[in-house]
């Protein structure tokens, strides 16, 4: 009798990952999503383009990037300042999460640019700070 409870228990179903189309449908009917439907969250920016909720995530980044204008926090630059002088740069990444309510079910992707200490080749020092008014913001192309 064990065995038989076993053998049941592991051929349970699987909580089946939704494909772009059934996610975008759902969202578009307002019918909810359970958090075991969607895939982990991308890891890189890289990973958007083949991901199920890249396009949601890609409008998350986008929205995160126009708080930052607004609120005139950050400078993004490609590799120099202004007139070509070389600037403080700060490395940075993406992060990448979805948003659920208290049922577990989906409300919305979110977005948000961090410091990466990571590309740093030395830690920081404990009695540093960093203001982001006079650091600027470098994103990968």
């Known amino acids: 009798m064990r065995k038989a409870k076993r053998v049941q228990k592991d051929t349970a179903p699987q909580a ?10 759902e969202i578009r009917d ?14 890189r920016h890289e990973d958007l383009a083949d991901h199920v909720m890249g396009d949601l995530f890609l409008q998350a980044e986008f929205e995160h990037l126009q708080s930052h204008k607004e609120m005139d926090s950050w400078t993004v630059i490609n590799d120099r300042g202004p007139g070509g002088r070389k600037t403080k740069v700060l490395d940075c ?14 409300l919305k992707t979110k977005a948000r640019v961090v410091h990466d200490y990571s590309a740093r080749s030395s830690p920081l020092p404990q009695d ?10 470098s994103t990968p192309s």
């Open 16 to 25: 089946k990952k939704l494909s772009q189309e059934e996610i975008t449908q």
């Open 30 to 43: 307002k019918i909810p999503i359970k958090q075991s439907e969607i895939p982990p969250p991308p890891e």
């Open 93 to 106: 990444r993406w992060v990448y999460v979805y948003k659920f309510n208290r049922k577990g079910e989906f």
């Open 128 to 137: 540093s700070t960093w203001s982001s008014r006079n650091s600027t913001l």
